[in-house]
């Protein structure tokens, strides 16, 4: 299905947009139509795809976000390259038969400090000395390069960057897709109640949508990261996830484990915030389990069940914390990622909310629908590609960004000069 051309008049631009998250289970490329109008929200999805990590790939990238791993810059740089390449393949594939005219890239996050201090230089000192300041720092590989000499198309990449600059956390960025998603899927009875949709990858974050328009969202710990490692070796690598939560729910957790999980430092802070393996490497859920044992060797199957619990509980955790009991209305959370297909996760995170009257459902659709929860980043990135090409930023409130925050790298492709005759037609408004 190809994007129309209308002659004479202002057209529309089809942006892929490229999620690779933080469970190194492949990537996700959702093709978006934005039309000529002004709303942010005027777009149609022409496709869904989804492409596995080879597997050597993937157990590199893993191996790298180990806590204390070492690696050179060339290590680095070519495993940035790397998986630049596998996406510029995988994209070519995914975009066969749609007129893209840009690919906007996630890539794949290796770091992300949120709340990173770093030394510069004191313009007050007279001895040229150094001062200490709060400058969060992120890491996201998948060269933009590749990408674009692979493809041949204008590339967006780099999304976090600017935002943490501007003093945010580089994170939630999809808030504002929800909210925008929110607006056109639900009705104005159900936005009056308060909605929240939760995303459940590697990591999980939460997007509250007041019904006064106000966006509150933080990232709540871990989503699918540790649940994934111990379905691995549950299955002795035959999986690569807990498929719809069947061996968490063979399985009873280890509660002990959980409530020391749950006195982690994270879950304490209050929002803006955001975090990744860095705060919750594996090694944290490993000797948790290891140290309530009182054993080193671990079952594995309570392992996956107790990680199911442990994501669960700090969900429902956050909503407790930080909306339910400040007051706010909260009627429905709508699950969207990965984990929005674990049933024995989605029962765990009911039984937890259902005591505040709030119903838990998870999106679900056919490949194609908007509703598909699989795809939901991707289709925000995109959104963020299209707004990048304006200048428009994504971030806000909930990322506690202080101004204005640079939205995106762009790598000029072999039809960059198309693309700008495109854009220099098209109005595309900020976001309310």
């Given at each position: 299905?190809r994007?129309?051309?209308t002659e004479?008049k ?7 947009g ?10 996700d ?11 942010i ?8 795809a ?15 976000q ?19 390449l ?5 994209i070519?594939?995914?975009i ?6 840009a ?24 001895k ?11 890491l ?7 990408v ?7 590339v ?7 935002d ?8 939630p ?8 998603w929110?607006?056109r899927?639900?009705s104005r ?6 909605v929240?949709i939760?995303?459940i ?19 709540t710990?871990?989503?699918?990261a540790w ?9 002795r ?10 061996i ?8 002990e484990?959980v409530r ?12 803006p ?9 594996i090694s ?6 290891k ?19 442990f994501t ?32 024995e ?6 039984d937890?909310?259902?005591?505040y ?10 490949d ?20 990048a ?15 204005f ?18 854009l ?9």
């Amino acid at each position: 299905m190809r994007a129309r051309r209308t002659e004479g008049k202002k057209q529309s631009l089809v942006v892929a947009g490229v999620m690779t998250g933080t469970s190194c289970d492949g990537l996700d490329l959702s093709i978006l139509d934005f039309s000529p109008s002004a709303s942010i929200s005027s777009w149609s999805i022409l496709h869904n795809a989804s492409y596995g990590y080879p597997d050597a790939l993937r157990r590199d990238v893993l191996k790298i976000q180990k806590s204390g791993t070492r690696v050179s810059i060339r290590e680095l740089l070519e495993l940035d390259r790397r998986v630049g390449l596998w996406l510029g393949d995988a994209i070519n594939r995914g975009i066969k038969g749609h007129a893209v005219d840009a690919i906007a890239i996630h890539g794949q996050t290796i770091a992300h400090h949120p709340d990173a201090r770093v030394q510069v230089p004191d313009s007050d000192s007279k001895k040229g000395g150094l001062k200490e300041i709060v400058s969060g720092l992120t890491l996201q590989i998948a060269s933009p390069e590749a990408v674009a000499v692979a493809t041949r198309k204008t590339v967006i990449s780099h999304f976090r960057d600017g935002d943490l600059a501007a003093g945010g956390q580089g994170a939630p960025l999809v808030p504002l897709f929800h909210r925008e998603w929110a607006k056109r899927h639900l009705s104005r009875s159900e936005l009056r109640k308060g909605v929240a949709i939760h995303n459940i990858g590697g990591i999980s974050n939460l997007s509250y949508l007041h019904p006064k328009g106000s966006i509150l969202a933080f990232d709540t710990g871990p989503g699918n990261a540790w649940m994934d490692w111990a379905a691995a070796r549950a299955s002795r690598g035959k999986q690569t996830f807990d498929r719809n939560g069947d061996i968490a729910a063979s399985a009873k957790p280890r509660l002990e484990t959980v409530r020391l999980l749950m006195k982690h430092r994270f879950l304490k802070q209050t929002p803006p915030k955001s975090t990744g393996r860095d705060d919750f490497p594996i090694s944290l859920f490993e000797s948790a389990l290891k140290r309530e044992a009182g054993r080193t060797e671990i079952d594995f199957r309570t392992a996956v069940s107790t990680a199911t619990e442990f994501t669960a509980a700090s969900i429902v955790d956050a909503y407790q914390k930080h909306i339910i009991e400040s007051g706010a209305p909260l009627k429905k959370v709508l699950l969207c990622g990965g984990g929005a297909l674990n049933l024995e996760l989605l029962r765990r995170i009911q039984d937890g909310l259902e005591r505040y009257g709030v119903e838990v459902v998870s999106m679900n659709s056919s490949d194609q629908d908007e509703w598909n929860p699989q795809y939901i980043e991707a289709q925000a990135f995109a959104l963020f590609g299209r707004m990048a090409l304006s200048g428009l930023p994504y971030g806000g409130a909930w990322t506690g960004v202080k101004g204005f925050g640079p939205p995106a790298r762009i790598t000029p492709g072999e039809n960059f000069s198309s693309l700008l005759r495109k854009l220099a037609g098209s109005t595309i408004g900020r976001a309310k």
